[in-house]
């Protein structure tokens, strides 16, 4: 059914020549060179892939020349081109290009027309434009129509009165009930090896202070950069998220830069809370893009020991007042 949608696409798009005659010739004539972008519906939900066709009719015998390519507007991700057989028919010849896509925000985008370039068999040119054409990227939760970033954690909804309510009620009483059992068996094993516990000596040592654990694992960030700036910025990023959370008591693990932007700031670091916000900005911009995408790797390269020295920054000027380094 698609693949007949598609085609009903691309002959509207192209449109029929000749159709009005009321006494068709014997011999067709051939179809007037046209091209057209076709995608059907012309929207994409953020991040799923869709087939964009760039479809252009030709007289019999007619080549086109390899398009250009424009570059992605903002917001798309081109993941492959595909030149399909040429569809042969007796009044033109269809070429058609497929063109993969993957959306990254939501939003109205265009993709900007161009020109086909028709070869005849003589070897003359002619020019065919090929019009805009506007897509619309909406997002996959439709009760969140405006948004692109992933949700930090957060409460689960409260019961809408149509008896889930009594239903979790009786799910928390039967869970209850089992980890008061558990509890029960728990207690009576330490009780039992209570005497050889309390002479053992203790082998778990404290945990490091968040400062000196963030300033740590930020300089191995450091130091892998120039092999692997994918990885710096993945474990740059997650040192500086997670010292945030230890330091502060807040859920900076389950947000995004933007959802902590958005949160008022600790009060410990209220003045110092931009600079966190720019560093885990520059660590995120490109490190979730396809480990092959050259771009993003130079973007990251140029950009990550700066980004790694404002979250450097950050730790150490909002450690505790007399808190060693």
């Given at each position: 059914?698609?693949?007949?949608?598609?085609?009903?696409?691309?002959?509207?798009?192209?449109?029929?020549?000749?159709?009005?005659?009321?006494?068709?010739p014997e011999t067709p004539a051939p179809a007037l060179p046209r091209a057209a972008l076709v995608l059907e519906p012309p929207r994409i939900g953020v991040g799923e892939v869709a087939t964009l066709e760039i479809a252009v009719a030709a007289p019999p015998g007619h080549a086109v020349r390899p398009l250009a390519l424009p570059d992605p507007p903002a917001g798309l991700w081109i993941l492959g081109v595909d030149a399909l057989p040429v569809e042969q028919e007796a009044t033109r010849w269809l070429h058609r290009t497929r063109v993969r896509l993957r959306a990254r925000e939501t939003g109205g985008v265009t993709w900007p027309g161009g020109v086909a370039e028709i070869e005849a068999p003589d070897g003359?040119?002619?020019?065919?434009?090929?019009?805009?054409?506007?897509?619309?990227?909406?997002?996959?939760?439709?009760?969140?129509?405006?948004?692109?970033?992933?949700?930090?954690?957060?409460?689960p909804p409260e019961a809408d009165g149509s008896g889930g309510g009594a239903l979790s009620g009786a799910a928390v009483g039967a869970t209850l009930a089992f980890l008061g059992v558990a509890a029960a068996r728990l207690l009576a094993r330490r009780r039992a090896r209570r005497g050889s516990l309390a002479t053992a000596p203790a082998t778990d040592a404290a945990p490091e202070p968040p400062?000196?654990?963030?300033?740590?694992?930020?300089?191995?960030a450091r130091?892998?950069?120039?092999?692997?700036p994918f990885a710096a910025s993945d474990l740059a990023a997650r040192a500086l998220r997670r010292y945030a959370e230890?330091?502060?008591?807040?859920?900076?693990?389950?947000?995004?830069?933007?959802?902590?932007?958005?949160?008022p700031a600790p009060f410990a670091a209220t003045t110092r809370w931009p600079i966190l916000i720019a560093a885990l900005r520059d660590l995120d911009a490109h490190r979730f893009r396809p480990r092959d995408d050259q771009e993003?790797?130079?973007?990251?390269?140029?950009g990550i020991t700066g980004a790694i020295a404002a979250a450097e920054r950050f730790v150490d000027e909002t450690r505790p007042p007399g808190a060693a380094g």
């Amino acid at each position: 059914m698609m693949r007949a949608a598609a085609f009903a696409a691309i002959a509207a798009a192209l449109g029929a020549v000749g159709c009005g005659d009321a006494h068709p010739p014997e011999t067709p004539a051939p179809a007037l060179p046209r091209a057209a972008l076709v995608l059907e519906p012309p929207r994409i939900g953020v991040g799923e892939v869709a087939t964009l066709e760039i479809a252009v009719a030709a007289p019999p015998g007619h080549a086109v020349r390899p398009l250009a390519l424009p570059d992605p507007p903002a917001g798309l991700w081109i993941l492959g081109v595909d030149a399909l057989p040429v569809e042969q028919e007796a009044t033109r010849w269809l070429h058609r290009t497929r063109v993969r896509l993957r959306a990254r925000e939501t939003g109205g985008v265009t993709w900007p027309g161009g020109v086909a370039e028709i070869e005849a068999p003589d070897g003359s040119l002619a020019s065919v434009a090929i019009e805009p054409l506007a897509i619309e990227v909406s997002s996959v939760a439709p009760e969140f129509p405006e948004r692109s970033l992933p949700f930090g954690v957060r409460e689960p909804p409260e019961a809408d009165g149509s008896g889930g309510g009594a239903l979790s009620g009786a799910a928390v009483g039967a869970t209850l009930a089992f980890l008061g059992v558990a509890a029960a068996r728990l207690l009576a094993r330490r009780r039992a090896r209570r005497g050889s516990l309390a002479t053992a000596p203790a082998t778990d040592a404290a945990p490091e202070p968040p400062w000196k654990e963030g300033r740590a694992t930020l300089a191995r960030a450091r130091a892998l950069a120039p092999a692997d700036p994918f990885a710096a910025s993945d474990l740059a990023a997650r040192a500086l998220r997670r010292y945030a959370e230890r330091r502060f008591a807040i859920g900076a693990l389950a947000s995004t830069s933007e959802e902590l932007a958005a949160s008022p700031a600790p009060f410990a670091a209220t003045t110092r809370w931009p600079i966190l916000i720019a560093a885990l900005r520059d660590l995120d911009a490109h490190r979730f893009r396809p480990r092959d995408d050259q771009e993003a790797r130079t973007s990251l390269a140029l950009g990550i020991t700066g980004a790694i020295a404002a979250a450097e920054r950050f730790v150490d000027e909002t450690r505790p007042p007399g808190a060693a380094g």
